[in-house]
């Protein structure tokens, strides 16, 4: 294989290290950058903490179905930290002027990925862990409570952001920084139609077959049905994984299409706007 | 048998939609060897220097360095090159110290905190190892990309432009360092610039570039007899205004 591909494929532990232990020395030496990961997950939690208590106390159904605005809130935060941390990593090299110096080292677009998606990992930890410790003092909800259920959830929300990750990288690649928007609002594209707030029944008719087309919409009616039934589905998990397994599939293609692209047109020497 | 090359560009063709920045360039450049890429702005260094690199794909052509066809077997060779340009910079809010270890890891250089310790030697860096790489200047920022250019002590060294924008002082220092990296591990290196004093002093071989096309191939001093010329400054206006006069001729 690595014949085949002139070493395109070979994968080495120790540049994947190197690139990880950049963006570790980067967060380390900004204490902006570690605010920045804490402070929107925590005002989000709180705001629809309190919205969740004024309308516990107002209707039968959602006093039953308590928990379900803040673990919507915490899930989502996860789809959309762990996209925006892929991507903020990424962008990095961009805003440094560094992406020529990766490009002309032996580091392998995989390798370069992977050590991305590591890193996308440790933001999230680094904002999500206090803020769902915040959550469970102020207003009583745990969401490790959630078992094993929150592994699969977490897993699939992951793979979604990922996929979108890195996408959005290769656009901006190919296209400069004048592609950066992308990084920051592709996501929200995706919050009306996976249904974070509501089940997929609230949605057109018309419009439910786009939602099911969605890993994260899987992840949210899970959690519903976890919170207000106490029933675990794991045919949703699953389902949501092979959908995943193909965006994930799309999300490298398109990556390596558009860095391709890129060293066509000559965008890896330009990475302005 | 004379040794491969380690660069060789057969008629090598970059169109950016229907602009050609490299037009037909065909040359190589013996192992060991000091080139130098001569233009004017716009006259194809950069481009050429990126498709040998392999940042960029030819529109048609062939570039082979160190045995490996760019771009695609690149995987092949790139631990052994390495690259300095002004338009490319290292990570401002990491110490010198951490983009070389970082640099280092990618490159899997043996023994890396001796050869950070060696390069800051040699560059003058010690003192700075542990400073952001953003607060320093022009001059400093420049070394600091030569360290990196040379931390995996690179057969091949492609340069673009290493001076550009450095005081005569620090510029000259600089040649003196990329002379004594080049005599001692007997590196092939190309220099693209736009300084004829400084590929004067370093190469033993210019390459004159004009509109994507190679307008005169020869040594600093064969250049100098055959244009009549005290300096390469003089010769590259010769061969600048050369063309223009020709087509004035022709109108």
Redesign the interface.
């Known amino acids: 294989m690595t014949a085949r591909t002139d070493g395109a494929l070979a994968f080495s532990p120790r540049r994947v290290a190197a690139m990880m232990l950049r963006y570790w020395y980067l967060l380390r030496s900004s204490w902006p950058r570690l605010v920045e990961l804490i402070y929107w997950p925590m005002v989000q939690m709180i705001t629809w903490g309190f919205v969740q208590f004024y309308v516990m106390q107002n209707a039968g159904f959602f006093a039953r179905a308590a928990g379900t605005f803040i673990g919507a809130v915490l899930l989502w935060d996860i789809l959309f930290r762990g996209q925006l941390g892929f991507s903020i990593s990424f962008l990095e090299e961009m805003w440094s002027r560094n992406i020529g110096n990766l490009m002309m080292s032996p580091l392998r677009p995989f390798e370069f990925i992977s050590a991305l998606m590591v890193m996308s990992v440790v933001r999230l930890l680094i904002g999500a862990v206090p803020v769902t410790l915040l959550a469970l003092i102020f207003f009583g909800f745990n969401l490790y409570g959630l078992g094993l259920a929150l592994v699969a959830f977490f897993f699939n929300l992951m793979l979604t952001s990922w996929a979108v990750g890195i996408f959005v990288s290769g656009l901006v690649l190919r296209n400069g920084l004048g592609a950066e928007n992308f990084a920051w609002s592709i996501m929200f594209l995706f919050m009306p139609l996976t249904c974070v707030y509501y089940p997929v029944t609230t949605l057109p008719t018309w419009l439910q077959p786009v939602a099911w087309m969605l890993p994260p919409t899987y992840v949210f009616e899970g959690m519903r049905a976890l919170l207000i039934e106490h029933t675990f589905h794991p045919g949703l998990m699953l389902d949501a994984l092979a959908i995943n397994a193909a965006f994930f599939a799309v999300g490298l293609a398109g990556f390596l299409w558009l860095l391709g692209s890129a060293r066509r047109h000559g965008s890896l020497m330009q990475t302005g706007e | 048998m004379p040794p491969a090359p380690a660069i060789e560009v057969r008629q090598l063709v970059k169109v950016?939609k229907t602009v050609a920045a490299v037009d037909g360039l065909t040359f190589s450049i013996a192992p060991g060897s000091i080139t130098g890429l001569l233009g004017g702005n716009g006259a194809g260094k950069?481009?050429t220097i990126?498709m040998i690199?392999?940042?960029?794909?030819p529109t048609s052509g062939r570039v082979t360095v160190l045995g490996?066809q760019m771009?695609?077997?690149?995987?092949?060779v790139?631990?052994r090159?390495?690259?300095e340009?002004p338009?490319?910079?290292?990570?401002?809010?990491?110490?010198i110290r951490?983009n070389l270890?970082?640099?280092g890891?990618?490159?899997?250089v043996p023994d890396l905190a001796e050869r950070i310790a060696q390069l800051a030697h040699d560059l003058d860096l010690t003192d700075l190892l542990d400073r952001?790489t953003g607060k320093l200047s022009a001059g400093q920022k420049t070394r600091v990309s030569l360290a990196?250019s040379l931390i995996n002590s690179p057969d091949l060294l492609l340069l673009d432009e290493p001076t550009a924008s450095l005081d005569p002082d620090t510029a000259d220092w600089v040649r003196a360092r990329l002379e004594h990296y080049c005599r001692e591990r007997r590196a092939t290196v190309l220099l693209a610039s736009h300084n004829m004093a400084e590929v004067e002093r370093l190469c033993e071989r210019v390459i004159i570039m004009k509109r994507g096309r190679i307008e005169d191939d020869d040594t600093p001093a064969r250049l100098l007899a055959r244009y009549g010329r005290r300096t390469l400054e003089e010769v590259f206006l010769d061969v600048a205004r050369r063309r223009s006069e020709q087509r004035e001729a022709a109108q």
């Open positions: 950016y950069t481009t990126a690199m392999g940042l960029l794909a490996a771009p695609r077997q690149r995987y092949r790139l631990q090159m390495n690259f340009s338009y490319v910079e290292m990570p401002m809010r990491l110490t951490q270890k970082v640099f890891m990618l490159y899997g952001p990196k």
